[in-house]
């Protein structure tokens, strides 16, 4: 088993392409090319989780937040980081984060949340912006079938739980082959007039190359005739936040100790409460401040997120409940997440979960 392996794994799961701009998300430190010989799951790779990798003979730590996120200009164990990164190279320690863009899928990190609070009829919160292209290409009609199943074998034309969608129309094409053209049908210096299918799929913007390279390789055509348009429409799986129905409203005290409960929570920070019932709840794991606005458009009830400042807490207005419950407690469950995808994936390997309790944040009650 090669790292590389478990790396396209986590890819597949949460392409690196659906990271935000400012993430670092994906093989920081390491060789993928190299054996793996076990893998821990954490929310940070901390010293002390890569000294437990190794004390457990795991060169693999795939961690939610990337721990080189800012740069780095030394590497002389002068803070936590630098501490971090001397360890995992001095004992031959592979660091893969998986970071935004497991935040920016309804089944990632929110998702995980959404599990806890059982709700139903999720959806994401805020889009994200240039996830979906469309393909057209030009196909003579006996070989559509077989360019067809190649675009879908390479990922394209999946809408949510459909697989295999396109669109076809037969028409007439015509080319004049040129000079030194080797042409499939018809002869140089004379046009040609085919009947051919139209094939058009929709497809996420990263699948882009592979899709490409399988349409071309199935086209018979020497120049292969194809447009890719960007779509304006939004991938309804992808982007920041979730919103959520509980099965049944209940009072917002109840919801409170609920969440409490669900989160194994010491303290949650909470606006005040608005008296009204609670049936739509929208959360984002981590420091969600930047969706309270979605929440409120949204018409939620309550807004579970982390890392609320003093005056965010303001934007409130008595129209939902903000609930701030600490940042490591929204995405503690995204550890569960990465190993129950990496078992499934890999059931005869060592897949472990940190048993470091990496949270700095703690609690005097
Ligand atoms: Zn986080």
Known sequence: MKIAQIIKVLDELAPSSYQESYDNAGLIIGNAALDCTGVICSLDATEEVILEAKNKGCNLVVAHHPIIFNGLRKITGKNYVERAVIAAIKNDIALYAIHTNLDNLLQGVNGKMADRLGLNNRKILLHKQNTLMKLYTFVPEKDAEKVREAIFKAGGGHIGNYSECSFNIKGAGTFKPGAGTHPHTGEVGKREETNEEKI???????????????????????????????????????????????????????????LKTKFNLKVIRHTPLTGRKVKKVALCGGAGSFLI????????????????????????????????????????FTIDLLCDVLNLNFPTFAVLKSEVKTNPVNYFI
């Not at 982007?239 to 959520?244: N, R």
């Not at 997120?305 to 008595?318: G, L, M, P, Q, R």
């Open 293 to 332: 606005k979605n929440a409120l458009s949204a018409g939620a009830d309550f807004y579970i997120t982390s890392d609320v400042k003093y005056h965010e807490f303001f934007d409130a207005e008595d129209k939902l409940v903000i609930a701030d419950i600490g940042h490591f407690e929204s995405e503690q």
């Open 200 to 258: 058009e799929v929709i497809f996420p913007f990263y699948l882009k190359d592979k899709l490409i390279n399988a349409m071309t390789k199935a086209h018979p055509y020497e120049e292969v005739a194809y447009d890719l348009i960007a779509l304006g429409n939004y991938f309804l799986e992808v982007g920041s936040g979730l919103i959520g129905e509980l099965k049944e409203e209940m009072n917002e005290i109840d919801f409170l100790q609920l």
